[in-house]
């Protein structure tokens, strides 16, 4: 069902002033993340002229403009299609701390938007450093958009309790919500393919991208890290960023939901690994 955009309640004051003051936070950490692409070009190899006419070529250039309208689009929906977060929500606090990027979604929709639009440049500009950055990028930036979708469906859409506490409430109340969720939740997997498939280079892949054991390195790292952000909102506010935060009570429940979700993102990256380098 489409959104009903018309009878969804209106916001309150406070609850504009709030999201107001997210944007601002959203909009540093996506400067940053922009400029530490810049930064990482400075220092970077740069492509051989034989790499230079693969990756600089229209067809390079029109998919690149492409993946990066795509991500615009779903990054814009999730930011601005879904209602403020009311003071009685979990989404409130935690949206309070360091903005939208609070959520594993948004964190993994400002990465995938950022490299879409810097690749996109790179390319249209003919900056072979930059080029370079993004190769090295390529495979952990779609490995955590896959991994968005599927976790999405796997955590949140199927699972019993994001229903019954998240979704259906939520419908109740601003009818079609769900398909915003699915408009800013699904499109990863597809716009990642498609980055993996047609807008890289096997032969550059071999010489600039990241090794595999690396990315699976960086998969455990983020799981622990983001289990222990999640837990010390809910320990010091109260607040559970996903409901099943609350179900992971110990540290051994600890343990093994990183070892399970790690082990996920790394059979995901092993397979987009190899569409890289065919």
């Not at 406070?14 to 993340?33: Q, Y």
């Not at 490299?115 to 390319?123: G, P, Q, R, T």
């Not at 199927?158 to 398909?179: A, M």
């Not at 969720?181 to 716009?191: A, E, M, N, R, Y």
């Amino acid at each position: 069902m489409f959104p009903q955009f018309s009878i969804w309640p209106a916001a309150k004051p406070n609850e504009i002033h709030h999201s107001h003051i997210a944007l601002g936070k959203d909009v540093c950490i996506f400067a940053l993340m922009i400029w530490s692409f810049f930064q990482m070009a400075q220092t970077a190899e740069t492509l051989s002229p034989e790499h230079q006419t693969a990756v600089f070529s229209w067809n390079q250039k029109a998919g690149s403009l492409l993946a990066a309208i795509a991500m615009v689009i779903t990054f814009v929906s999730d930011i601005f299609l879904l209602p403020y977060p009311t003071p009685d929500q979990p989404k409130w606090q935690t949206v309070s701390i360091i903005g939208h990027c609070g959520f594993f979604t948004l964190q993994t929709l400002f990465l995938q938007t950022s490299y879409a639009l810097v690749k996109a440049y790179a390319i249209y500009t003919g900056n072979a450093k930059l080029c370079v950055v993004c190769c090295s990028m390529a495979l952990w930036v779609n490995t955590q958009g896959a991994a968005l979708t599927l976790l999405f469906f796997k955590l949140n859409w199927y699972e019993p309790k994001w229903q019954r506490d998240i979704q259906k409430p939520n419908e109740k109340k601003y009818p079609g919500i769900s398909f915003v969720w699915l408009v800013g939740h699904v499109p990863s997997l597809p716009i990642a393919l498609f980055d993996v498939v047609f807008l890289n280079n096997a032969a550059v892949v071999a010489v600039h991208g990241a090794e595999y054991m690396t990315v699976v390195k960086v998969a455990f790292a983020y799981g622990a890290l983001y289990l222990l952000f999640a837990k010390s909102v809910q320990s010091k506010y109260g607040t559970l960023i996903y409901p099943f935060i609350k179900d992971i009570s110990s540290p051994v429940k600890g343990f093994g939901f990183v070892v399970i979700v790690g082990s996920a993102v790394s059979v995901v990256a092993c397979g987009l690994n190899m569409l890289l380098l065919q």
